[in-house]
């Protein structure tokens, strides 16, 4: 019986997450949390609000799913990484934004990270197949693909949250949109994979059928296909190494067509790139910059182009310095979110 811990277990991962548990006879939830929604009866140990740690040293798990969206995920990361506790990583946002301190807490506990975000549980699998030169992710494109800035300027949140494959919390819509998403899953393949940032390219693929691929040094590459549906990499993280059925079909090959991503256009995806070649606390500042733009974006306080534009100019407010330790991690992101300045 592995025992899990699911935290963000009212949202869009949380919900799939219990269906999955709920299916399989060798996983127990033992620990669930939410920030401000009901969840009662779900797990002898259920928290709304509250501190994460805590309920996680209560229930003690043998595995942590992190399903909390933003930069409030990053305690039960850091818990799951000094514990030694296997972590299901869904919050990538706190593996960019604590970057070498998760991997330093990673390398002290002795555990291991299994990626939910479905491309990086793509690269995962094709990695154990030989060392990889190079890494593929690829992105919807969201719904905004194709468009230029111009058609841009005044388009709704109701808009930016229509996803064309995905079915997502509101945050990871609107990245989706904006291509911060591809942008912040580019430097958690960094960190996950250990690949320099030359390595790591981003395709538009409009289908989310390929959802990752790994090139070798023969000339050999692999890539991992499936129909979006985030059930199978959750499933995989909670059953690793072995695999569980879930309801998704077998895959029916169809025309799959590739792209390359509109920088002009989406910029986020290049400031994240930026950010992880600068290095230091830059992800975790281009992370909390993009979370108060979005906050402001859904509701109506700045348009869908001022995302950018906003955590462009916080990114040049920020010293970017590297943090030794959590609690000066906790203050970058707290002065790249003063940084922010609204237009
Ligand atoms: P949702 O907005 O649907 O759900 C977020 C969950 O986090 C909710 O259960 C929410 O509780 C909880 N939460 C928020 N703040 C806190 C807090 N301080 N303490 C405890 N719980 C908290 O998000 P998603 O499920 O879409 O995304 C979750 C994470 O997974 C994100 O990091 C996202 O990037 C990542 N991810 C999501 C994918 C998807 O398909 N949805 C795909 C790949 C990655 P409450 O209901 O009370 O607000
Ligand atoms: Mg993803």
Known sequence: MTRIALLGATGSIGRQAIEVIEASPDLELVAAASGTTAIDGLAPLTQVGGDLTELLDRAEPDVVLNAVVGFAGLAPTMWALEHGVTLALANKESLVAAGDLALAALERGGGSIIPVDSEHSALFQCIQLGEPESLVVTASGGPFRGRTRADLVDVTPAAALAHPT?????????DSATLANKGLEVIEAHFLFGMPYDRI??????TSIV???VRFRDGASIAHLGYPDMRVPISYALTYPARASTPVPPL??????FFPPDHDTFRMLGLARESGVRGGTYPCAYNAANEVAVAAFLTGKIGFLDIAAVVEDALGRVTGAPAQTLDELYAADRAARDAVQLP
């Open 211 to 213: 959802h990752g691929l």
């Open 201 to 206: 390219d981003v395709v538009v693929h409009p």
């Open 166 to 174: 995905w079915n997502m919390g509101p945050k990871i819509t609107i």
């Open 252 to 257: 029916e090959l169809t025309t799959l067509e």
